[in-house]
């Protein structure tokens, strides 16, 4: 007759909880050393006006490729993402200093969006004032936009 190691059940229960907390241990020392070096993450939200149409079709399913230029208020350009697709893009938010922004939405043959924004460390807000355009929203590291047809 072949032996089986068994074991009491009062000692599976202290084994998982000395692994439990060697596991929490392990979360709350090391999770801020990750957090702090991970780049913040930008939900960027497109739609074009004319997607359903026979015209827009010449893009493929993908759109005509939207770019987002973080504008700084001297009007320097303090970091591009280029080739935004239709629907959710994520956008990386690193080497940016804090302060406030306009977000510039532009895509080839359609008028361009800017946002106010404001960068705090990893994230990003819109001004408690911000006044937007129809068809554009700003929320915590959300920008959605609409673009319409230029004319």
């Known amino acids: 007759m072949t032996k089986t190691l068994e074991i009491k059940g009062g000692l599976v229960v202290a084994l998982l909880l000395l692994l439990t907390g060697i ?18 993450v930008i939900h960027i939200g497109v739609r074009y006006a004319n997607e359903r149409s026979l015209e827009f079709n010449q893009y493929g399913k993908s759109g005509p490729g939207a770019t987002i230029e973080i504008v700084a208020a001297d009007g320097k350009v303090a970091y591009t ?7 959710r893009n994520l956008m990386p938010l690193k080497d940016i200093p804090n302060g406030h922004y306009m977000a510039r939405l ?8 800017e946002l106010p924004i404001i ?7 819109p001004p408690k004032d911000a006044k937007l355009d129809d068809g554009s929203i700003a929320d915590y590291n959300l920008i959605g936009v609409r673009f319409e047809l230029s004319p």
Do not use: C, D
């Open 106 to 113: 532009s895509a080839p043959g359609y008028v361009s969006r």
């Open 23 to 40: 596991v929490g241990t392990l979360f709350i020392v090391l999770g801020p050393q990750a957090t702090e070096k991970s780049p913040g």
């Open 81 to 87: 993402h280029e080739n935004l697709q239709i629907g």
């Open 119 to 125: 960068v705090e460390g990893r994230m990003i807000n």
